[in-house]
């Protein structure tokens, strides 16, 4: 599947409903449409304006009001709108209602999500990741579609899947899907494979979570020169990194940097991303990144905490670490003793993070010289299988090995320890 690379500028009208049916991850609010406007940013598109009706409930054909259609049709005229972006969830005979009363293509909060991670998916993974979760999201709502499922030109709302004939057999669309989970599973099967491998050589994992845009990817650059991108737009890294990351001289940890979270992020995106969310759930521990700076911080904190609720064990310890602490002045952060107050930027508070990392992940262990005597040599073994060996020297008295141990193992070699 070819992904289209370009960005075509498009300019579209943002339209929400509130609504005392909806649940509150369900309905739009002036906040969650200046969030619809960024994504529309990222996407490549401009907003010309936006319109938010409060309605008991949803019209069941055309989702907003007759009067308000009809302001969003004149406000999409004035302006020269060639798109209509609405912030909540359509049924496929709303989008084609709406497509035939304004005249433009309809896309959903959903759509325009997948159409921004159909752009920034790189590797092979992450685009089979986001091909599943297109195809997922459109097969249901292929029957009674309108132009919005037959446009095969560029523009918001026609990357990845959506450049090609959706009106096509649903048959193909299935097997194609089931072709895309097999993909996945070998995906799923080399990571467990990789995480065996790291579990037997003792290896920590720290995962650092977030609200998109927290400056995940920043704080893994500080902390690892990764080198990895680190701009300030929504959702600019989505293929996860790791790294291995010094902590202290008696810890050593891999840092992944995962996918940014989002309100009202498709479930399809949820599924598709099983191969690359499950690694919260082997983690040793997490860093919940959050912006300190951000007017809405306190919704987002919300939002990361249920998915992370969701997706890692119960028991893995979260650590809560706010960003960008050189944007605001001592007094007006926030009262928690227990959070980690840094700023990726200008490496302020990374000495915090590694002592709370330490005491999250080390789980008790310590860096511990060994000098064995050629007799006892099968320790060394024993060692790589239960403890993280740094370095194995072979010298004239002995065999000096280096190694990070619990405090188990270091009892039992006690006698060996110098």
């Not at 304006?49 to 049709?73: A, M, T």
């Not at 790189?122 to 919005?148: F, I, N």
């Not at 239960?386 to 006698?415: F, H, K, M, P, W």
Request: proline share 3%; charged share 30%.
């Amino acid at each position: 599947m070819e992904f289209q690379e370009k960005v075509t500028s498009e300019r579209a009208v943002l339209a929400g409903l509130n609504c005392d049916l909806f649940t509150e991850a369900e309905t739009a609010t002036d906040a969650t449409l200046d969030e619809l406007e960024a994504l529309l940013e990222t996407a490549g598109g401009e907003c010309v304006g936006k319109v938010l009706q409060n309605r008991p409930k949803p019209d069941p054909h055309s989702f907003f009001g007759d009067g308000k259609v009809q302001e969003i049709r004149d406000l999409l005229e004035s302006q020269q709108a060639s798109l209509l972006i609405v912030d909540n969830e359509l049924g496929p005979s709303q989008i084609r209602a709406l497509e035939e009363l304004t005249g433009v293509t309809v896309l959903d909060r959903s759509a325009l999500i997948l159409d921004i991670f159909a752009q920034r998916a790189k590797t092979r993974e992450g685009r089979l990741q986001v091909e599943l979760a297109q195809y997922r999201y459109l097969l249901p709502k292929l029957s009674g579609m309108g132009t919005s499922m037959s446009r095969l030109g560029g523009g918001i709302g026609t990357r990845g899947p959506g450049e090609t004939k959706l009106e096509t057999d649903r048959r193909h669309i299935r097997a194609r899907i089931q072709r895309l989970e097999e993909e996945l599973e070998e995906v799923r099967r080399v990571r467990a494979v990789q995480r065996s491998r790291r579990q037997k050589n003792n290896i920590p994992v720290v995962a650092l979570v977030g609200y998109t845009n927290a400056g995940k990817s920043t704080l893994l650059n500080a902390l690892t020169d990764a080198g990895i991108p680190a701009n300030n737009r929504l959702f600019d890294t989505l293929d996860t990194t790791t790294r291995q990351w010094e902590v202290t001289d008696t810890l050593t940890v891999l840092l992944s940097d995962t996918v940014g979270f989002i309100a009202k992020l498709p479930h399809h995106l949820i599924e598709a991303f099983k191969a690359t969310l499950e690694e919260l759930r082997y983690a040793d521990a997490l860093v919940h990144v959050v912006d300190v700076a951000d007017p809405d911080r306190e919704e987002h904190l919300r939002v990361v905490q249920k998915l992370i609720g969701e997706l890692a064990e119960e028991d893995t310890p979260v650590i809560l670490c706010y960003n960008q602490c050189d944007r605001m002045s001592k007094a007006d952060l926030p009262h928690d003793p227990d959070a980690v107050f840094l700023s990726a930027k200008t490496g302020e508070g990374m000495e915090q993070l590694a002592a709370a990392v330490q005491n999250a992940a080390s789980r008790g262990k310590r860096r511990v010289t060994l000098l064995l005597p050629y007799e006892k040599g099968g320790i060394v073994q024993t060692l790589h299988d239960t403890a993280q060996v740094l370095s194995c020297d072979y010298e004239q008295n002995g065999i000096r090995v280096e190694a990070i141990c619990d405090e188990e193992t270091c009892g039992r070699l006690r006698a060996y320890l110098q």
